[in-house]
């Protein structure tokens, strides 16, 4: 199924604000009804939230995402649209590898760490296939589009 193509990232400080404002809102929303409403990006890909923890503030946040189930794993593409860098959500994931997704009626805990070469290339290409514009993202920036992957995890987190 082909979803549509988003634009890139926006970077005026106006149009973060909209961006910001409509996040807190679809997370708002997402915990009202359980991911009744809010776990499917418009053309039926799925959403969680993800919590995560800032890796220079220490603030506790919460971003929507798009991701792929891998059997028991959850991928994450921290694409950000194609934008020249990468999202914070990354960063504070790469600091901070324990921590909590919701996802429709469920809340688990997850280790996460980004796909190593050989895992990154089995990946990508399934992921293309599911929703191509992950392609057009990657000719829109020079840097390695990273691939997370999601694992459930015992153990305290940080969120």
Not at 17 to 40: L, Y
Not at 43 to 51: A, D, H
Not at 147 to 157: E, M, N, Q
């Amino acid at each position: 199924m082909r979803l549509p193509t988003l634009p890139a990232f926006p970077s005026h400080p106006l149009a973060a604000k909209g961006v910001n404002a409509f996040t807190q809102g679809h997370v708002a929303i997402f915990r009202a009804t359980g991911g009744k409403i809010g776990s499917h990006v418009p053309g039926g890909g799925p959403m969680l939230l993800l919590n995560h923890v800032g890796a220079k503030s220490g603030k506790h946040r919460t971003t929507p995402l798009q991701y792929f189930p891998d059997g028991e794993d959850i991928v994450l593409i921290a694409s950000k649209g194609g934008a020249r860098k990468n999202p914070g959500w990354y960063h504070n994931l790469k600091a901070n590898p324990v921590t909590t997704v919701e996802l429709k009626g469920e809340q688990r805990r997850v280790q996460v760490h980004e796909a190593s070469p050989p895992e990154r290339a089995e990946l990508w290409p399934r992921i293309v296939e599911m929703y191509d514009d992950y392609a057009v993202y990657q000719t829109r920036t020079d840097r390695e589009i990273p691939v997370l992957v999601l694992k459930r995890a015992t153990g305290a987190a940080k969120t």
